[in-house]
């Protein structure tokens, strides 16, 4: 039997994506949430065991095995300050005080100064967060395409504890914080492009939540609408 040229493997991933979507729609009572991302990359999901942490040094970059692009591998080491909702924080990073802005994840409002109006599912999120980090607790910032917003916020990927593998989907669930929100249910994934390196990961761990009843979406209410 000849082998499958990458389209064709594509196409074989995807047609098989779709239908465990649908089994998993089917099993939660759930609509299927179709995802937007190439079904190989999904597939690191699945061959995770198969790779090997590597060390890296500052200032090389992760290769695009399971991501949508390369990213630095550099982190910087940040302390929390405060929980200001579930997709931010504010840390102190080289003697200043930054309010980080978690790439890749949205969660409700939890209101406060400045903010839109709070609602139950945004203090949910933040306090789940809350849980997670606590204050004077060391992060690490990693960063993707774009340094930080318009206001000034830090673009980040922060790690609660240093990965020995940049590309492993349960490591990333698992230390990324951005990834263990959605993971816990407790957000939706983002595709800020061109910050989307690890929108593949964000992504199905979200319609993983969603069909397991995680978190937020325990409640039924269709929440992420009003995000």
Do not use: C
Not at 36 to 47: A, C, G, K, P, Y
Request: proline share 3%.
């Amino acid at each position: 039997m000849s082998r499958l040229n990458s389209t064709q493997q594509k196409s074989m991933a995807a047609a098989i994506v779709l239908v465990v979507g649908v089994l998993l729609s089917y099993a939660s009572g759930k609509a299927f949430i179709p995802s937007e991302v190439l079904t190989d990359q999904v597939l690191s999901n699945i061959h995770h065991a198969e790779r090997q942490a590597v060390t890296l040094a500052p200032g090389d970059e992760v290769a695009s095995l399971g991501l949508r692009h390369t990213v630095p591998t550099a982190l910087e080491e940040a302390v929390l300050v405060d929980v200001v909702d579930g997709d931010s924080i504010d840390v102190l990073v080289g003697g200043k005080e930054k309010t980080v802005r978690m790439i890749g994840i949205n969660t409700p409002e939890a209101g406060g100064t400045g903010q839109e109006k709070g609602t139950a599912e945004g203090a949910q999120a933040a306090n789940h967060l809350r849980m997670i980090l606590h204050v004077g607790d060391v992060v690490y910032l990693q960063k993707d395409t774009t340094d930080s917003t318009k206001n000034g916020q830090l673009l980040r990927f922060v790690w609660i504890a240093k990965p020995t593998s940049f590309t492993d989907v349960n490591e990333v669930r698992a230390k990324m914080l951005n990834a263990k929100m959605l993971a816990e249910g407790y957000g939706v994934a983002h595709k800020d492009k061109p910050n989307d390196a690890y929108f593949t990961i964000f992504k199905a761990s979200q319609l993983e939540a969603y069909h397991a009843d995680k978190g937020l979406w325990a409640e039924g209410a269709d929440w992420s609408y009003a995000i």
